[in-house]
């Protein structure tokens, strides 16, 4: 069927295109935002576009690379308090729910960096330690013990994997983000209950029978 669309009055339309990985980074409920009308608490909205408009200018002036950067940044922060107009079934997470998927998705990507800590993973989402903290406490655990768990689960697969047969334990270990062999075996025996050594043989073993 033909249509016909009267616009009375001209428009611009913008696009800004952030990379997916760093959108979902900063912005834990990204899919519920997808193609939806989204609503900002506080004034908000105002600021978001104020910000993309500086973005745009930024960008035309062929600056972006010394000064966009952290503006993008700071404008997915506000979208992480973003919210649709029409809410999913199901009790509308907290803040602390939000920013607790932020900081587990934010471990999943970065476990393997020895460096890893809650002050580094603070400064990269722009939060304080305490929050990072805060945002684990409901579940009887901390950033840590997960990021802790990431590492370990991450060894064992590798561990599992017939194609890395080749690498030492401790070139897993370090992969994994450990940066001490006799570490990794000892937090890898008190999790499993067996050295890597012997997890990995059982692994093949059970996989030759």
């Known amino acids: 069927m033909a249509t016909e669309w009267r616009v009375p009055h001209e428009f611009t339309t913008s696009c800004l ?21 989204l609503s900002f608490p506080f004034g908000l909205d105002a600021i978001l576009r104020a910000m ?8 035309c002036a062929g600056q972006f690379a010394d000064l966009g950067i952290p ?11 973003a919210r649709p107009e029409v809410q999913a079934q199901g009790p509308r997470r907290t803040h602390l729910e939000i920013r607790r998927s932020q900081v587990r998705r934010f471990i999943e990507r970065h476990y393997a960096r020895p460096d890893l800590s809650i002050a580094s993973i ?35 697969q590798l561990l599992c994997d017939p194609e890395q047969g080749a690498r030492t334990i401790t ?15 000892s937090e890898f025996k008190h999790t ?15 996989r030759d029978v």
Request: hydrophobic share 45%; charged share 20%.
């Open 52 to 59: 993309f408009e500086s973005a745009w200018a930024i960008t």
């Open 171 to 185: 070139e897993i270990a370090f992969a994994c983000g450990f940066n001490s062999a006799a570490h990794f075996s």
């Open 192 to 206: 499993y209950g067996v050295s890597p050594r012997d997890f990995r043989f059982d692994a093949h073993r059970r």
């Open 17 to 37: 295109i952030i990379d997916n990985a760093l959108f979902n980074e900063h912005v834990p409920h990204a899919a519920d935002l997808l193609g939806r009308r």
């Open 71 to 81: 503006v993008v940044r700071a404008m997915l922060q506000i979208l992480s308090a």
């Open 122 to 156: 603070a400064s990269s989402l722009k939060l304080s330690p305490r929050y990072v903290q805060m945002a684990f406490r409901s579940e009887r655990t901390t950033p840590s013990e997960y990021l802790r768990h990431c590492r370990l689960a991450a060894s064992a």
